[in-house]
């Protein structure tokens, strides 16, 4: 029991490490986050670090200054747009590049590569309207209520991150 006990607070303290190096660098690989790990004095594996990203809802997305690095559930890349009318401009900082609705579905364009964290912000978002996404490499579907209206959607969407 006391084992047990010690392994469980070795574990607590290393997602707190991970969260911390995460937070503070750009860390691109998992790689890097092991070395890193290991100077922390922090020695891991690679199915251990990827158990504790899982755990942890680390994902990655681009950083202000374009890198492809990991990050924590609640740093979101998305900026608020005031007003419903989304231009091209505002939806390439929100990392969507057009938004189509028909019926109860939506789907947003993404540039390559960015939909899956674009869909993992959203459905972190807990928006009542949105029932669920699914994100292919440049492309998020999303499945709306039925009753959803759809500026007041759009004013959800650019308020994530806020």
């Given at each position: 029991?006391?084992?047990?006990?010690?392994?469980?607070?070795?574990?607590?303290?290393?997602?707190?490490?991970?969260?911390?190096?995460?937070?503070?660098?750009?860390?691109?690989?998992?790689?890097?986050?092991?070395?890193?790990?290991?100077?922390?004095?922090?020695?891991?594996?690679?199915?251990?670090?990827?158990?504790?990203?899982?755990?942890?809802?680390i994902a990655k997305g681009h950083s202000d200054t374009g890198a492809y690095v990991y990050m924590l559930p609640e740093q979101r890349r998305y900026q608020r747009v005031s007003d419903t009318h989304i231009t091209v401009q505002k939806m390439n900082r929100l990392g969507t590049l057009s938004v189509k609705f028909s019926g109860n579905m939506a789907v947003l364009r993404t540039p390559p590569g960015h939909a899956a964290h674009v869909a993992y912000d959203i459905d972190n978002a807990q928006i009542p309207e949105v029932l669920g996404t699914v994100a292919g490499d440049d492309t998020v579907f999303m499945v709306l209520d039925e009753q959803t209206d759809r500026p007041t959607l759009l004013n959800q969407l650019n308020a994530i991150g806020e």
């Amino acid at each position: 029991m006391a084992e047990r006990i010690a392994k469980r607070s070795d574990k607590d303290t290393r997602l707190e490490v991970i969260k911390m190096i995460i937070s503070s660098q750009e860390i691109g690989t998992q790689d890097e986050l092991l070395r890193e790990l290991d100077k922390a004095g922090f020695p891991s594996t690679q199915a251990t670090l990827s158990r504790d990203l899982h755990q942890l809802r680390i994902a990655k997305g681009h950083s202000d200054t374009g890198a492809y690095v990991y990050m924590l559930p609640e740093q979101r890349r998305y900026q608020r747009v005031s007003d419903t009318h989304i231009t091209v401009q505002k939806m390439n900082r929100l990392g969507t590049l057009s938004v189509k609705f028909s019926g109860n579905m939506a789907v947003l364009r993404t540039p390559p590569g960015h939909a899956a964290h674009v869909a993992y912000d959203i459905d972190n978002a807990q928006i009542p309207e949105v029932l669920g996404t699914v994100a292919g490499d440049d492309t998020v579907f999303m499945v709306l209520d039925e009753q959803t209206d759809r500026p007041t959607l759009l004013n959800q969407l650019n308020a994530i991150g806020e």
